[in-house]
């Protein structure tokens, strides 16, 4: 989970969202019963999370776009995105997203990208062929 490597790696982490409040989990997202107590400290920081309207990006060193199916309604067309993807983008800040993350890249004003990299589909078929048998 990448909250719990960030914190491993002494970073600050702290959530915010679209809405602000308690951040939903998606229903496939969440932990099994093993996985429960290790991921509590990353679930409780989701309850509350601030609202994305109301941060500065300017207090922030890297963005985090996480996963799951809510980001694909949530992330694309979304003015504070693009607000916030602006501004890290102006100021060579790291924007990160992965698994449904990079929803975030709907609709942004961004004109030239730096870099971005991601996993495709076609690769993910393979390597599940790949490594069933």
């Known amino acids: 989970m990448p909250y719990q490597l960030f914190i ?12 602000g409040g308690t951040a ?3 229903p496939p997202s969440n932990p099994t019963e093993e996985q429960s107590e290790q ?14 309207s109301e941060v500065s990006p300017d207090d922030y060193d890297v963005v985090f776009f996480p996963g799951g199916h809510g980001t ?4 694309p067309n979304n003015p ?11 100021n060579n800040k790291n924007i990160v997203a992965v698994c449904h993350g990079p929803a975030c890249f709907v609709g942004a004003t961004i004109k030239k990208w730096k ?3 991601g996993w495709a589909f076609y690769y993910r078929i393979y390597e ?5 048998g």
Do not use: C
């Open 24 to 26: 939903p989990i998606d």
């Open 115 to 117: 870099i971005i990299t």
């Open 72 to 75: 694909m309604f949530d992330l």
């Open 39 to 52: 991921w509590m400290q990353a679930i409780d920081s989701l309850q509350p999370t601030s609202k994305l």
């Open 128 to 132: 599940r062929g790949r490594n069933s």
């Open 80 to 90: 504070n995105i693009n607000s916030v993807l602006q501004h890290f983008y102006e």
């Open 8 to 19: 491993q790696e002494g970073f600050i982490v702290e959530t915010a969202s679209v809405k």
